[in-house]
């Protein structure tokens, strides 16, 4: 019986990240802690500052993405509740105290973004005690087809971090959560001010979860939120990585197939099916044309059904 192949083996990293000379077991490997986040996030900071800045201007990331086992990301969220809120300021005082130190020093300090964005989230691949970052010089949500990212990872197994440029393809298979989003305006005066972060900012409307066909994604969940109003649910010929396109990876999903949309006043989702066949809680739904789409109310908790295949639950978050 083969075994499936892991996210890192995929992207052809797996033998570069894991040296099999430094391994140890799963037993010995250290969980982490609030204090070794924060000097990641930290250390980030530091090498950014190293590998953008040129002449005399100071450049760093602005965004940073730093990811970890499921479990462990799920042990920070419920039993150190808050915490990731007080190692965003700890961290942003130290940043700021390292750009003023490079003020002093005559050295230009301009952002090239108006705020700093924090993000946490999980990969089904990381082991517990893996760390992971991306950095990214623009913060925002709107991805860039041919953008690439710095990405850091830190196996367990070797406690060595290695750093490459990869493509942002890479994102299609990290778990972001609404409440591990944190978001401050960057400080002119270099003064660090807690009342401004403010959490949660990425606002989620609803959550979808898909389990496909394909035996690449055997016995896994494919999970999307709803970040905006109104998105469209796509299949594997989908080009868009924007953040309002739910992609399938499945040929069984027509591209498009569904739009759906948030009524904020009615606290409503509505649907409209564009796909071959779409079937909402047993019931067939009309197709309808892209420039004039039929919509019905979609209840909470549905389940939706694409050309008899592809099962998608809608839950609100």
Do not use: C
Request: glycine letters at 6%; proline letters at 4%.
């Amino acid at each position: 019986m083969s075994t499936k192949r892991t996210f890192w083996q995929r992207m052809g990293l797996h033998d570069w990240f894991l040296k099999s000379e430094n391994m140890e077991s799963v037993a010995e490997a250290k969980n982490l802690t609030p204090n070794m986040v924060y000097k990641y996030i930290v250390d980030k900071f530091d090498e950014s500052v190293l590998q953008l800045s040129f002449a005399q201007r100071v450049v760093f990331y602005h965004e940073y993405i730093i990811s970890f086992n499921p479990e462990e990301y799920q042990q920070f969220m419920h039993d150190k509740k808050g915490i990731f809120g007080i190692i965003i300021q700890e961290s942003l005082k130290q940043f700021y105290a390292n750009l003023k130190k490079y003020n002093q020093e005559g050295k230009t300090v301009e952002p090239a973004a108006s705020k700093w964005v924090f993000r946490f989230a999980s990969h089904p691949d990381y082991k517990k005690g893996d760390i992971g970052f991306i950095g990214k010089l623009l913060p925002g949500n709107q991805i860039q087809k041919n953008e690439n990212l710095r990405v850091t990872f830190i196996p367990r197994q070797t406690g060595i971090a290695q750093t490459l440029d990869i493509n942002q393809a890479i994102l299609k298979d990290f778990t972001f959560y609404s409440e591990g989003y944190y978001e401050v305006p960057f400080q002119e005066d270099l003064l660090f001010d807690a009342g401004k972060i403010s959490g949660n900012e990425a606002k989620t409307f609803g959550r979808f979860e898909t389990t496909l066909p394909d035996r690449a994604y055997a016995g896994k969940k494919l999970e999307y939120l709803m970040k905006d109003e109104e998105i469209t649910v796509s299949g594997i010929e989908e080009a868009s990585t924007a953040s309002n396109i739910f992609r399938i990876p499945s040929e069984w999903v027509s591209s498009p197939h569904l739009r759906i949309r948030y009524d904020k006043k009615e606290d409503k989702f509505y649907l409209a099916s564009f796909g071959e066949k779409t079937i909402v809680n047993e019931h067939e739904i009309p197709r309808s044309e892209l420039q004039q789409p039929g919509w019905i109310h979609l209840p909470v908790n549905s389940r939706i059904v694409l050309n008899g295949i592809v099962g998608i639950n809608l839950f609100k978050s």
